[in-house]
Antibody, heavy 121, light 107 residues
Framework: EVQLVESGGGLVQPGGSLRLSCAAS????????MNWVRQAPGKGLEWVST????????YYADSVKGRFTISRDNSKNTLYLQMHSLRAEDTAVYYC??????????????WGQGTPVTVSS | DIQLTQSPSFLSASVGDRVTITCRAS??????LAWYQQKPGKAPKFLIY???TLQSGVPSRFSGSGSGTEFTLTISSLQPEDFATYYC?????????FGQGTKVEIK
């Protein structure tokens, strides 16, 4: 059974930093791209970042580029999101999601339960 | 960046109704479109990929269609458990944008 469990969220002051983790199990972690998607309170889904299975390719939303870094440790089956220079508008529930990258079947097929991040003084 | 616009943003319907949600892309995305369902306080659940392929286990009352720039999600007979917010997502290019969502509420 595929499981994705996020952790590391919490309350942080503006300008602060936080590192989120997503522990994966139930599939060959290194074979799949992984994503972070966030959802601000009462708002829709916003894609944040993607990392390839090997970790060699990364992609970011413009809203977080230069402040957030996605990474993975395939030996630990864990995905990370390092967040710096946090702003109030980064307040959201952060989900990790597994991606199927077969061209004809791309989708985010499994999602974690989310970890909340609140940026406030 | 590719923008996705869903319509309507809000939909009030009764159990048994046929419901259609439209997702329009600002440029062609072939069939690289997925649909998700989200209930309050829960993570999104993946429903459909490649615009029209149903995920295993998803009830057959759900269907998707379209290609290029216009896509639809149809629920043929709305059930109580279908009241939720639905999102489309394009996976043609980065950024992997989502539509703004369509909230389906009980009439």
């Amino acid at each position: 059974e595929v499981q994705l469990v996020e952790s590391g969220g919490g309350l942080v002051q503006p300008g602060g930093s936080l590192r989120l983790s997503c522990a994966a199990s139930g599939f060959i972690f290194s074979s799949y791209a992984m994503n972070w998607v966030r959802q601000a309170p009462g708002k829709g889904l916003e894609w944040v970042s993607t990392i390839s299975g090997s970790g060699l390719s990364t992609y970011y939303a413009d809203s977080v580029k230069g402040r957030f870094t996605i990474s993975r440790d395939n030996s630990k089956n864990t995905l990370y999101l390092q967040m710096h220079s946090l702003r109030a508008e980064d307040t959201a529930v952060y989900y990790c999601a597994k991606e199927v990258v077969v061209p004809a079947a791309r989708r985010f097929d499994y999602w974690g339960q989310g970890t909340p991040v609140t940026v406030s003084s | 960046d590719i923008q996705l616009t869903q319509s309507p943003s809000f939909l009030s319907a009764s159990v048994g109704d046929r419901v259609t949600i439209t997702c329009r892309a600002s440029q062609g995305i072939s069939s690289y479109l997925a649909w998700y369902q989200q209930k309050p306080g829960k993570a999104p659940k993946f429903l459909i990929y490649a615009a029209s392929t149903l995920q295993s286990g998803v009830p057959s009352r759900f269907s998707g269609s379209g290609s290029g720039t216009e896509f639809t999600l149809t629920i043929s007979s709305l059930q109580p458990e279908d009241f939720a917010t639905y999102y489309c997502q394009q996976l043609n290019s980065y950024p992997r944008t989502f539509g703004q969502g369509t909230k389906v509420e009980i009439k």
